[in-house]
């Protein structure tokens, strides 16, 4: 199976400074790399993914930037707002035929205002 | 609209009792997951069930039976409860199965489960 790590654990930012979290995976058949955000009390929410023919995608304050060769993948928050506080969560896909997706252990995002 | 709902969201009960969760989903979706999240939130998936049929069954007790009578609905019923059962319980959907095709996944609002 998948071997999924997530660094760092927890990370404190100052409100309007960057944020970069890793994700380190081990099937080299991965081909899809999503990031999932769970905001306190809520289910996790899908907020950017890519797939291994792209290496970086954005959306606004969002991006995702992958390296196949290096097996990780990162999720990159600029402008950091006390709204993106919560778990972050990666959660490659395992590789065909396991149709499933195996989550990291989490980041916890504090902005701090 | 509630696209993945659950209930009941708060569950307290006694050791070995039984008990059941519900879901339901109204995306149309034809895949239907349930995850259990621990008190560090690790997030791992139990159960998969495309059209009905069990896709992925991962290592959890046989106390544990999932049930999909259709495919917006998929319950999971938990027999003689232990104490390390206690966690929050998420039933999520895709429009197909996770993966290759990159289908989003639509999770609930999670069933906090504390067995005493």
């Known amino acids: 199976g998948e071997n999924v790590e997530q660094h760092p654990s927890t990370l404190s930012v100052q409100e309007g400074d960057s944020a970069v979290i890793k994700c380190t995976y081990s099937?080299?058949?991965?081909?899809?790399f999503p990031w999932y955000k769970q905001e306190l009390g809520k289910g996790p929410q899908l907020i950017i993914d890519?797939?291994?023919?792209?290496g970086e995608k954005k959306d606004q304050r969002i991006a995702v930037t992958l390296n196949k060769t290096a097996k990780h993948f990162s999720l990159h928050i600029t402008e950091t707002q006390p709204e993106d506080s919560a778990v972050y969560f990666c959660?490659?896909?395992?590789?065909?035929?396991?149709?499933?997706?195996?989550f990291g252990k989490g980041t916890k995002l504090s902005v701090i205002p | 609209d509630t696209a993945v709902s659950q209930t009941p969201k708060y569950l307290v009960t006694q050791m070995g009792n039984d008990k059941s969760i519900k879901c339901e989903q109204n995306l149309g979706h034809d895949t239907m997951y349930w995850y259990k999240q621990d008190s560090k939130k690790f997030l791992k998936i139990m159960f998969s069930y495309n059209n009905k049929e069990l896709i992925i069954n991962e290592t959890v007790p046989n106390r544990f039976s999932p049930k999909s009578p259709d495919k917006a609905h998929l319950n999971l019923h938990i027999n003689s409860l232990e104490l390390g059962d206690s966690a929050v319980y998420f039933c999520?959907?895709?429009?197909?199965?996770?993966?290759?095709?990159?289908?989003?996944?639509?999770f609930g609002p999670g069933t906090r489960l504390t067995v005493t």
């Open positions: 999520a959907s895709s429009q197909g199965l996770a993966g290759g095709s990159g289908y989003e996944q639509y």
């Open positions: 099937d080299s058949a991965s081909n899809y």
């Open positions: 959660a490659p896909y395992s590789g065909a035929g396991s149709y499933q997706l195996t």
């Open positions: 890519i797939r291994s023919n792209v």
